[in-house]
């Protein structure tokens, strides 16, 4: 088609296939009655000569006007043009949308649906050779079904059932955000239509799993030939939707995109039978091209008469007329450039994501092509659900070469994208890294879940190689799988958290190191960073210029990256105290505030915390309570919602047991390697399951079983006069309770999830709340960073130091080191230097005296 | 058996046959390609007939034919993405019109007249790895494995005029040399050592190769490697391969110019690629040949010396009695023993490094390694650099990372994804299996590590501690798990984690120390003894372990008893090393289970080495007041 009718060839798109049936054509949008391709016998009587006829629609009076002239050439060709189904035939790449003439909304040119293929209609009954492709029979026989050529799509019923699809089809259970505001009992993408007509955003999403469950033939047409369908559907569409809202306005027609079409998940699995269908994968977007003007068609003028000729691309090249039609002069057509049409297009590289990958191997990429409107809907780093037609070009035929590469190009042409990470910022998105448990799977996961010993079994899973430490295993284990989400944001609360944070500390070399890296690679979502090697800046987040783009970047560091996972974070005591601060906020608001390089913003990080420190000391000091032995701030420490020490317990029957599995560990046997019945993937499966499905709430008997324990927490104190629990440990104790039931699968949180919380709060408490100096469990150790007995002690010291130096008269300066002594003689117990300093200071703070350097001076 | 070996050296020949018959059923679908393959592996099994297959690492590559059978003994550096080719294409005569429907694989290119819209093209996948030589391949391996091989006679050498670049042309001179070749080929057969010299000089002669491959970076782990690199076609089981894994491939050269990427005649608006990803996927054939595997063998370890084959038939095992591993050890130890300048405990510990090897990981846990730490080494006459030499001679793969300050702030160690050229740019961690990588800590002054430098040293930590590299891809990072011997030599306690430390006694006083150390190089050990070594350090390492219950339960009660005695004497962690060091000990007699005698012996140099580190530490503490 190189002449004036390409032209109103474009805008004639609504003709549809003169071929079909037409009743099809003529009395679109909603009659659903008919039934399509095999009546022939439609209301209008067959008017095989001429198609134009088939446009004098009662709905749109004004298509008349133009299909007019070159309908009576010959036919076949004329049919090839004026089909909607020709997107992207080589003769006629320019075919956009189908305009229905309504209103005259301009129709998009659909670069993403072009191809090399040829799709004239062939009628499956008859027995025209069409391997020339042109074969088009006329439609009005009866009994007769058309197809596209190459296909088995009949564009009519296609239409028809993809309009039925649209009218009728309802999902109660839809959970995706975007259908967020719909009534769900109402046909659903009815109510997108309405939004487009509300918004004028033409562009309709539409998930294939719905299509697939109303009707799986028409969903298996669309991956197989997406080429063909697609117009079809943006048909089917615009008619519904001109015939429903008539009176709106849109930039241009509406365009069907696609999204969710399960034919492949994972970049890896890609192969030669996915060439021109319809598919979806999820990668990372790892460069994005710059914007390609690409020529849609050129436009070409002679110089002799001035006649203009348009010249559509096909296949990237333009076959430049040689002979001006009007004039017939050689050679005398030049390519105007500014009245050529181009589209927009963009080459974006993805590469698979780290999670799809098998161990051992790098990473692939392809490439995709956006155009249009999808073209810088995507950035570096992005994760992205891609749907588009995969394509495989051969090299290019050099003429001048004769023989070539026999290798093909592949690329996907973009129709759909979905950010897997947008949504992260603003809500949680279970659904996008939802992993697809077979049924198989889930049967196998809840059998798994029925055993009594689940919680010991997974506890014991955990970490194999590491002995022994159950309750911190076990404490671990409720760590991965999380407390239940909830949020007080309209009682001003905010979020609650659900995560809950552990740490461990202990000597050197008791495999904390070991248990961290584990639980990393167990995680999906997993960071390991070491205190000693991080910053502030590394944990949270920093801005960076981008090279290329000159762009402020945000980047995000560990903590922000584990957001719904588990930062691991080893040598906690090393970090610097300005890096630990930023974990103040994290560890109960689970956000992170960023205010630097005029970005100012707030991230979630809705991580868990494992954390490993070591004493101060090397050794950990027995006599020492946990604050001293680690010296981290106890604002920090009670964030933690387990502190566990990992001691060794020098006993002989630990020995034993202790050098037996270490044995085993380096003689593995088969039957040792059987023991271990559950694998790391099951676990990694269950947990996964676990905190996707299974949402547990308290329910009556168990609030009453907190209540009480939390009652009895604070009774343990208040009999010797302290606080021996906060809200803070209550708060924990549900977490860990409602993590309990979690790992039953259960809905319900019962009174054994909280007999278990409770016990491992006791148990983790008993190690590290304990008060040396009196054997007591000591809440305040951890809250107020001191025990009572020691606070008590302080004041007496401080006493008895204000009396000693109200004994020596008026002095009204003293010697540092002299006083000390004396206070060291006169007192009955040891007075440590670091005690002292602490009784001087308190009296400081009464006004009582100041210390400056080394003497010590009354004041008053 | 003749028949067999002929086939073998015209490779190209028998792949024709299969090519003729297949196509003369005119039928793709005849399964011709799996009987070819079949055969090819057939013939390949047999032990002296793989010898007879050229391999890329000896050879020149102006010397090979395009379109035969070669080998490449390598690592694979990087995964490209998996191209869909022509798996059977039709061509069409432009004079008689008559379509032959032909086959396109193992081809980079097809034949003339491709007809691109028949029916009959059936789209097949294939992945390209991009491999590289062995790195840190020492040279006697190159050497006994080039002895060993039988080159292709030269009778079967018909330059193909037409497919080759011009570059090669200009090598045509050099052909009166091949012409020797089939007199050397048959005997090297005869006598697989020693008689390398004359080739070795063919190898070395084309300089201009390496010249204008300068301008290409060809991706080498390590600096300064040298050796053709290749980019290798896989068809079928690629998912079977992993990073770093080394393999001998037997595939069909093509070096073809039309492959080239600055040869290609492509208009712009085709390439969906940068310049340099094009650089890089598609360099010039001649520099970077493709291969077309046909077959490729996994490497368990690269030591020429031990055959690949003998590791599946326990025969070999029995076929070195424990009499003779022992024996052999002795002398090793002796020779160690002289070269730690008599220091007989460090030598012991030495043996027992470098036959240790990742055999199993238990969770993040790698089970076997026993990354050692020679502190106390002396700093005069270069002595870190000596004692890299002998290991040298005795390993495989090695290479010596100076960790000195420049170095450490400089080097790339961790590979990382270059995005632009979309390839993976290779770091000097990137080694195959079993590689002895030793870090001259001595070489580290005070300075300032720069982020860099943090981060090299967080990654040889890592590597240490898990046997793992992180591999930077940008937005993330990749952990590859690797199995590599890190030795350290330092002068006080290494910075670095390792499993053992043992700290050097110096049996030579310093003066006297550069005249020992000159001694040992003046006298090299006779070529015979180092591939006694050699042989005995590979076999153990291969050797299987186990320990009976009877000991097992001895070794616990052992445990418990040492810590009723005094808890703090002997920790898990030791506990841990206790036992690797009796499983490297019992290995390296070449026992093959745990025994008491073996446990005993364990212990005792254990004690002896906390003994010497203990004193060590207080000897240090003593002086710093």
């Given at each position: 088609?190189?002449?004036?009718?390409?032209?109103?060839?474009?805008?004639?798109?609504?003709?549809?296939?003169?071929?079909?049936?037409?009743?099809?054509?003529?009395?679109?949008?909603?009659?659903?009655?008919?039934?399509?391709?095999?009546?022939?016998?439609?209301?209008?009587?067959?008017?095989?000569?001429?198609?134009?006829?088939?446009?004098?629609?009662?709905?749109?009076?004004?298509?008349?006007?133009?299909?007019?002239?070159?309908?009576?050439?010959?036919?076949?060709?004329?049919?090839?043009?004026?089909?909607?189904?020709?997107?992207?035939?080589?003769?006629?790449?320019?075919?956009?949308?189908?305009?229905?003439?309504?209103?005259?909304?301009?129709?998009?040119?659909?670069?993403?649906?072009?191809?090399?293929?040829?799709?004239?209609?062939?009628?499956?009954?008859?027995?025209?050779?069409?391997?020339?492709?042109?074969?088009?029979?006329?439609?009005?026989?009866?009994?007769?079904?058309?197809?596209?050529?190459?296909?088995?799509?009949?564009?009519?019923?296609?239409?028809?059932?993809?309009?039925?699809?649209?009218?009728?089809?309802?999902?109660?259970?839809?959970?995706?955000?975007?259908?967020?505001?719909?009534?769900?009992?109402?046909?659903?993408?009815?109510?997108?239509?309405?939004?487009?007509?509300?918004?004028?955003?033409?562009?309709?999403?539409?998930?294939?799993?719905?299509?697939?469950?109303?009707?799986?033939?028409?969903?298996?047409?669309?991956?197989?030939?997406?080429?063909?369908?697609?117009?079809?559907?943006?048909?089917?569409?615009?008619?519904?939707?001109?015939?429903?809202?008539?009176?709106?306005?849109?930039?241009?027609?509406?365009?069907?995109?696609?999204?969710?079409?399960?034919?492949?998940?994972?970049?890896?699995?890609?192969?030669?039978?996915?060439?021109?269908?319809?598919?979806?994968?999820?990668?990372?977007?790892?460069?994005?091209?710059?914007?390609?003007?690409?020529?849609?068609?050129?436009?070409?003028?002679?110089?002799?008469?001035?006649?203009?000729?348009?010249?559509?691309?096909?296949?990237?090249?333009?076959?430049?007329?040689?002979?001006?039609?009007?004039?017939?002069?050689?050679?005398?057509?030049?390519?105007?450039?500014?009245?050529?049409?181009?589209?927009?297009?963009?080459?974006?590289?993805?590469?698979?994501?780290?999670?799809?990958?098998?161990?051992?191997?790098?990473?692939?990429?392809?490439?995709?092509?956006?155009?249009?409107?999808?073209?810088?809907?995507?950035?570096?780093?992005?994760?992205?659900?891609?749907?588009?037609?995969?394509?495989?070009?051969?090299?290019?035929?050099?003429?001048?070469?004769?023989?070539?590469?026999?290798?093909?190009?592949?690329?996907?042409?973009?129709?759909?994208?979905?950010?897997?990470?947008?949504?992260?910022?603003?809500?949680?998105?279970?659904?996008?890294?939802?992993?697809?448990?077979?049924?198989?799977?889930?049967?196998?996961?809840?059998?798994?879940?029925?055993?009594?010993?689940?919680?010991?079994?997974?506890?014991?899973?955990?970490?194999?190689?590491?002995?022994?430490?159950?309750?911190?295993?076990?404490?671990?284990?409720?760590?991965?799988?999380?407390?239940?989400?909830?949020?007080?944001?309209?009682?001003?609360?905010?979020?609650?958290?659900?995560?809950?944070?552990?740490?461990?500390?202990?000597?050197?070399?008791?495999?904390?190191?070991?248990?961290?890296?584990?639980?990393?690679?167990?995680?999906?979502?997993?960071?390991?960073?070491?205190?000693?090697?991080?910053?502030?800046?590394?944990?949270?987040?920093?801005?960076?210029?981008?090279?290329?783009?000159?762009?402020?970047?945000?980047?995000?560091?560990?903590?922000?990256?584990?957001?719904?996972?588990?930062?691991?974070?080893?040598?906690?005591?090393?970090?610097?105290?300005?890096?630990?601060?930023?974990?103040?906020?994290?560890?109960?608001?689970?956000?992170?505030?960023?205010?630097?390089?005029?970005?100012?913003?707030?991230?979630?990080?809705?991580?868990?915390?494992?954390?490993?420190?070591?004493?101060?000391?090397?050794?950990?000091?027995?006599?020492?309570?946990?604050?001293?032995?680690?010296?981290?701030?106890?604002?920090?420490?009670?964030?933690?919602?387990?502190?566990?020490?990992?001691?060794?317990?020098?006993?002989?029957?630990?020995?034993?047991?202790?050098?037996?599995?270490?044995?085993?560990?380096?003689?593995?046997?088969?039957?040792?390697?059987?023991?271990?019945?559950?694998?790391?993937?099951?676990?990694?499966?269950?947990?996964?399951?676990?905190?996707?499905?299974?949402?547990?709430?308290?329910?009556?008997?168990?609030?009453?079983?907190?209540?009480?324990?939390?009652?009895?927490?604070?009774?343990?104190?208040?009999?010797?006069?302290?606080?021996?629990?906060?809200?803070?440990?209550?708060?924990?104790?549900?977490?860990?309770?409602?993590?309990?039931?979690?790992?039953?699968?259960?809905?319900?949180?019962?009174?054994?999830?909280?007999?278990?919380?409770?016990?491992?709060?006791?148990?983790?408490?008993?190690?590290?709340?304990?008060?040396?100096?009196?054997?007591?469990?000591?809440?305040?150790?951890?809250?107020?960073?001191?025990?009572?007995?020691?606070?008590?002690?302080?004041?007496?010291?401080?006493?008895?130091?204000?009396?000693?130096?109200?004994?020596?008269?008026?002095?009204?300066?003293?010697?540092?080191?002299?006083?000390?002594?004396?206070?060291?003689?006169?007192?009955?117990?040891?007075?440590?230097?670091?005690?002292?300093?602490?009784?001087?200071?308190?009296?400081?703070?009464?006004?009582?005296?100041?210390?400056?350097?080394?003497?010590?001076?009354?004041?008053? | 058996?003749?028949?067999?070996?002929?086939?073998?050296?015209?490779?190209?020949?028998?792949?024709?046959?299969?090519?003729?018959?297949?196509?003369?059923?005119?039928?793709?679908?005849?399964?011709?390609?799996?009987?070819?393959?079949?055969?090819?592996?057939?013939?390949?099994?047999?032990?002296?007939?793989?010898t007879?297959?050229p391999s890329l690492n000896d050879v020149p590559l102006h010397y090979l034919?395009?379109?035969?059978?070669?080998r490449f003994r390598?690592?694979?550096?990087?995964?490209?993405?998996?191209?869909?080719?022509?798996?059977?294409?039709?061509?069409?005569?432009?004079?008689?019109?008559?379509?032959?429907?032909?086959?396109?694989?193992?081809?980079?290119?097809?034949?003339?007249?491709?007809?691109?819209?028949?029916?009959?093209?059936?789209?097949?996948?294939?992945?390209?790895?991009?491999?590289?030589p062995i790195?840190?391949e020492n040279p006697w391996v190159k050497e006994i494995s080039f002895s060993q091989a039988r080159v292709v006679?030269s009778?079967?050498?018909?330059?193909?005029?037409?497919?080759?670049?011009?570059?090669?042309?200009?090598d045509?001179?050099t052909?009166p040399q091949k012409q020797r070749e089939p007199h050397t080929g048959p005997q090297s057969h005869?006598e697989p050592h020693g008689n390398g010299d004359c080739k070795r000089q063919e190898t070395e002669a084309p300089s201009s190769q390496t010249?204008?491959?300068?301008?290409?970076?060809?991706?080498?782990?390590?600096?300064g490697e040298k050796g053709p690199?290749?980019?290798?076609?896989?068809?079928?089981?690629?998912?079977?391969?992993?990073?770093?894994?080394?393999?001998?491939?037997?595939?069909?050269?093509?070096?073809?110019?039309?492959?080239?990427?600055?040869?290609?005649?492509?208009?712009?608006?085709?390439?969906?690629?940068?310049?340099?990803?094009?650089?890089?996927?598609?360099?010039?054939?001649?520099?970077?040949?493709?291969?077309?595997?046909?077959?490729?063998?996994?490497?368990?370890?690269?030591?020429p010396l031990?055959?690949?084959?003998?590791?599946?038939?326990?025969?070999?095992?029995?076929?070195?009695?424990?009499?003779?591993?022992?024996?052999?050890?002795?002398?090793?130890?002796?020779?160690?023993?002289?070269?730690?300048?008599?220091?007989?405990?460090?030598?012991?510990?030495?043996?027992?490094?470098?036959?240790?090897?990742?055999?199993?990981?238990?969770?993040?846990?790698?089970?076997?390694?026993?990354?050692?730490?020679?502190?106390?080494?002396?700093?005069?006459?270069?002595?870190?650099?000596?004692?890299?030499?002998?290991?040298q001679q005795?390993?495989p793969?090695?290479?010596?990372?100076?960790?000195?300050?420049?170095?450490?702030?400089?080097?790339?160690?961790?590979?990382?994804?270059?995005?632009?050229?979309?390839?993976?740019?290779?770091?000097?961690?990137?080694?195959?299996?079993?590689?002895?990588?030793?870090?001259?800590?001595?070489?580290?002054?005070?300075?300032?590590?720069?982020?860099?430098?943090?981060?090299?040293?967080?990654?040889?930590?890592?590597?240490?501690?898990?046997?793992?590299?992180?591999?930077?891809?940008?937005?993330?990072?990749?952990?590859?798990?690797?199995?590599?011997?890190?030795?350290?030599?330092?002068?006080?306690?290494?910075?670095?984690?390792?499993?053992?430390?043992?700290?050097?006694?110096?049996?030579?006083?310093?003066?006297?120390?550069?005249?020992?150390?000159?001694?040992?190089?003046?006298?090299p050990?006779?070529s015979?003894?180092l591939n006694?070594?050699?042989?005995?350090?590979?076999?153990?390492?291969?050797?299987?372990?186990?320990?009976?219950?009877?000991?097992?339960?001895?070794?616990?009660?052992?445990?418990?008893?040492?810590?009723?005695?005094?808890?703090?004497?002997?920790?898990?962690?030791?506990?841990?090393?206790?036992?690797?060091?009796?499983?490297?000990?019992?290995?390296?007699?070449?026992?093959?289970?745990?025994?008491?005698?073996?446990?005993?012996?364990?212990?005792?140099?254990?004690?002896?080495?906390?003994?010497?580190?203990?004193?060590?530490?207080?000897?240090?503490?003593?002086?710093?007041?």
């Amino acid at each position: 088609m190189s002449s004036p009718t390409s032209t109103p060839g474009r805008k004639r798109a609504r003709t549809d296939n003169p071929s079909t049936p037409s009743n099809d054509a003529a009395t679109s949008p909603p009659s659903q009655r008919r039934r399509g391709q095999d009546s022939s016998t439609g209301e209008l009587p067959p008017m095989p000569t001429s198609p134009a006829t088939d446009m004098l629609s009662p709905a749109v009076p004004q298509d008349t006007s133009l299909f007019s002239s070159p309908r009576h050439s010959v036919l076949p060709s004329e049919v090839d043009m004026s089909s909607p189904l020709m997107y992207g035939t080589p003769s006629s790449r320019v075919e956009g949308t189908p305009r229905s003439g309504v209103r005259g909304t301009p129709a998009r040119q659909r670069p993403d649906l072009g191809s090399v293929r040829k799709a004239p209609q062939v009628d499956l009954h008859s027995d025209l050779p069409n391997d020339d492709g042109a074969a088009v029979s006329d439609g009005q026989n009866a009994g007769q079904r058309l197809v596209i050529w190459g296909t088995d799509v009949n564009v009519g019923t296609c239409k028809e059932k993809f309009q039925r699809f649209l009218q009728r089809f309802i999902d109660p259970n839809s959970t995706e955000d975007e259908n967020a505001g719909l009534d769900l009992n109402e046909p659903l993408y009815m109510q997108k239509l309405e939004e487009i007509s509300v918004v004028g955003d033409p562009v309709l999403n539409v998930n294939c799993g719905h299509v697939q469950s109303f009707d799986a033939e028409l969903y298996r047409q669309l991956i197989c030939y997406p080429q063909e369908v697609i117009p079809t559907f943006d048909m089917a569409v615009n008619e519904l939707f001109f015939e429903r809202f008539p009176d709106s306005i849109l930039e241009h027609q509406i365009q069907v995109r696609p999204y969710n079409a399960l034919k492949t998940r994972n970049m890896r699995s890609l192969n030669p039978e996915d060439i021109d269908q319809l598919i979806t994968i999820s990668g990372m977007v790892i460069r994005t091209s710059q914007l390609i003007p690409e020529m849609q068609e050129a436009f070409f003028q002679c110089q002799v008469c001035a006649y203009n000729t348009r010249v559509e691309v096909d296949r990237g090249r333009i076959a430049e007329p040689a002979v001006c039609r009007n004039c017939n002069t050689t050679h005398s057509l030049a390519l105007i450039h500014n009245r050529s049409v181009f589209s927009d297009k963009q080459m974006i590289k993805v590469q698979e994501s780290p999670e799809d990958m098998p161990a051992g191997q790098t990473p692939h990429t392809t490439v995709v092509y956006a155009h249009n409107d999808l073209v810088d809907k995507v950035q570096p780093g992005d994760r992205v659900n891609i749907t588009g037609i995969y394509r495989a070009v051969p090299m290019r035929v050099n003429p001048r070469q004769s023989n070539v590469k026999s290798v093909y190009k592949t690329h996907i042409d973009a129709i759909h994208f979905r950010k897997t990470d947008e949504k992260r910022l603003h809500r949680l998105d279970e659904e996008a890294e939802q992993k697809l448990f077979t049924e198989d799977r889930v049967q196998t996961l809840k059998e798994l879940a029925a055993k009594p010993d689940v919680y010991e079994r997974l506890s014991s899973a955990l970490a194999p190689s590491i002995y022994e430490h159950e309750d911190i295993k076990k404490g671990i284990l409720l760590q991965l799988f999380g407390g239940t989400r909830k949020d007080f944001s309209q009682t001003g609360r905010g979020n609650f958290r659900a995560e809950i944070n552990i740490l461990l500390c202990g000597d050197p070399g008791t495999s904390k190191s070991q248990l961290l890296q584990y639980v990393f690679n167990l995680v999906p979502r997993g960071q390991y960073t070491s205190g000693k090697g991080s910053s502030a800046v590394g944990l949270t987040a920093y801005v960076m210029k981008d090279p290329e783009t000159r762009q402020l970047v945000l980047q995000t560091g560990a903590l922000v990256l584990s957001d719904n996972g588990i930062c691991c974070i080893d040598e906690f005591d090393k970090m610097s105290d300005n890096t630990r601060s930023v974990l103040h906020e994290v560890m109960e608001q689970q956000t992170l505030s960023i205010a630097k390089a005029g970005i100012i913003c707030q991230l979630n990080a809705r991580t868990s915390i494992l954390a490993a420190a070591n004493p101060v000391e090397s050794q950990w000091n027995p006599k020492k309570t946990t604050i001293e032995n680690i010296q981290l701030p106890h604002t920090l420490l009670s964030r933690f919602d387990l502190i566990f020490l990992m001691l060794d317990p020098q006993d002989e029957a630990y020995d034993r047991r202790l050098a037996h599995h270490l044995v085993s560990l380096y003689y593995q046997s088969e039957e040792q390697l059987e023991e271990e019945f559950l694998d790391m993937t099951v676990l990694k499966d269950y947990i996964a399951y676990a905190r996707t499905y299974i949402n547990p709430r308290l329910n009556e008997e168990a609030s009453q079983a907190l209540i009480e324990a939390y009652v009895d927490m604070r009774k343990i104190g208040s009999g010797r006069g302290m606080v021996s629990a906060y809200p803070r440990q209550l708060e924990s104790l549900i977490r860990l309770a409602e993590a309990h039931a979690k790992v039953r699968f259960s809905d319900k949180v019962e009174t054994i999830d909280v007999e278990e919380a409770k016990r491992l709060h006791r148990e983790a408490l008993k190690q590290s709340a304990t008060d040396p100096r009196t054997g007591f469990v000591d809440i305040s150790i951890l809250t107020t960073g001191m025990s009572a007995t020691a606070r008590k002690r302080k004041e007496e010291v401080a006493q008895a130091l204000k009396k000693l130096i109200q004994a020596k008269g008026k002095t009204p300066a003293m010697k540092y080191q002299q006083l000390f002594d004396d206070l060291r003689g006169q007192s009955e117990t040891a007075i440590t230097k670091e005690l002292f300093e602490e009784a001087l200071r308190a009296l400081a703070d009464e006004d009582y005296l100041t210390v400056t350097g080394k003497t010590v001076r009354l004041l008053a | 058996y003749f028949y067999l070996l002929t086939l073998a050296y015209n490779p190209l020949h028998c792949l024709s046959s299969f090519y003729i018959s297949a196509s003369s059923q005119n039928n793709p679908e005849s399964g011709w390609e799996a009987k070819a393959v079949l055969f090819f592996k057939e013939q390949l099994k047999d032990k002296e007939a793989h010898t007879s297959v050229p391999s890329l690492n000896d050879v020149p590559l102006h010397y090979l034919k395009p379109n035969s059978l070669v080998r490449f003994r390598c690592l694979i550096q990087d995964m490209f993405d998996p191209e869909f080719y022509m798996g059977a294409y039709e061509t069409v005569d432009p004079s008689t019109k008559a379509r032959v429907l032909r086959c396109g694989k193992y081809k980079d290119v097809t034949e003339c007249g491709v007809d691109l819209n028949s029916r009959n093209t059936v789209t097949a996948e294939r992945q390209t790895f991009y491999c590289v030589p062995i790195p840190g391949e020492n040279p006697w391996v190159k050497e006994i494995s080039f002895s060993q091989a039988r080159v292709v006679p030269s009778t079967s050498y018909v330059p193909s005029r037409q497919k080759r670049s011009y570059e090669e042309d200009d090598d045509m001179d050099t052909q009166p040399q091949k012409q020797r070749e089939p007199h050397t080929g048959p005997q090297s057969h005869t006598e697989p050592h020693g008689n390398g010299d004359c080739k070795r000089q063919e190898t070395e002669a084309p300089s201009s190769q390496t010249t204008s491959a300068s301008h290409l970076d060809l991706n080498f782990p390590l600096p300064g490697e040298k050796g053709p690199s290749c980019l290798v076609k896989v068809y079928e089981d690629w998912d079977s391969f992993k990073l770093n894994d080394t393999l001998e491939v037997y595939g069909i050269l093509s070096v073809n110019t039309l492959l080239d990427a600055s040869s290609s005649l492509l208009d712009p608006a085709e390439c969906m690629e940068t310049a340099e990803e094009q650089r890089v996927h598609s360099p010039p054939a001649s520099l970077v040949p493709r291969l077309h595997m046909i077959y490729a063998k996994p490497l368990p370890h690269c030591n020429p010396l031990l055959p690949s084959a003998a590791l599946e038939d326990n025969s070999t095992k029995t076929s070195v009695p424990n009499g003779e591993m022992a024996s052999v050890r002795t002398e090793l130890l002796a020779y160690l023993t002289h070269v730690l300048l008599g220091d007989a405990l460090a030598a012991e510990y030495l043996i027992l490094h470098l036959i240790s090897s990742v055999y199993a990981r238990r969770d993040v846990l790698p089970l076997g390694k026993f990354t050692l730490n020679v502190s106390g080494c002396p700093t005069v006459a270069s002595y870190t650099e000596r004692l890299y030499q002998i290991i040298q001679q005795l390993v495989p793969c090695s290479y010596r990372l100076s960790m000195s300050l420049q170095n450490m702030n400089q080097l790339r160690l961790v590979p990382k994804k270059d995005y632009v050229a979309n390839r993976l740019v290779s770091g000097a961690l990137q080694l195959a299996r079993n590689t002895s990588l030793f870090l001259d800590e001595t070489q580290l002054e005070q300075g300032q590590l720069d982020t860099t430098g943090v981060r090299n040293i967080t990654a040889l930590g890592n590597l240490i501690s898990w046997q793992k590299v992180d591999y930077d891809f940008n937005y993330h990072q990749m952990e590859f798990p690797c199995n590599i011997n890190v030795l350290i030599a330092s002068e006080g306690r290494s910075l670095l984690p390792s499993d053992c430390q043992v700290h050097l006694q110096p049996q030579v006083a310093p003066p006297q120390m550069e005249e020992y150390l000159s001694a040992i190089h003046m006298h090299p050990q006779a070529s015979s003894q180092l591939n006694k070594f050699r042989l005995y350090l590979s076999l153990a390492r291969t050797l299987d372990y186990s320990i009976s219950d009877e000991v097992t339960k001895a070794v616990e009660d052992d445990f418990v008893d040492m810590r009723k005695d005094d808890p703090q004497s002997i920790s898990a962690e030791d506990f841990h090393r206790l036992l690797v060091v009796a499983r490297l000990l019992s290995l390296s007699l070449g026992q093959t289970s745990l025994s008491r005698d073996s446990w005993m012996r364990a212990k005792h140099i254990e004690t002896l080495r906390r003994s010497r580190t203990e004193q060590q530490q207080q000897c240090v503490n003593g002086n710093e007041p």
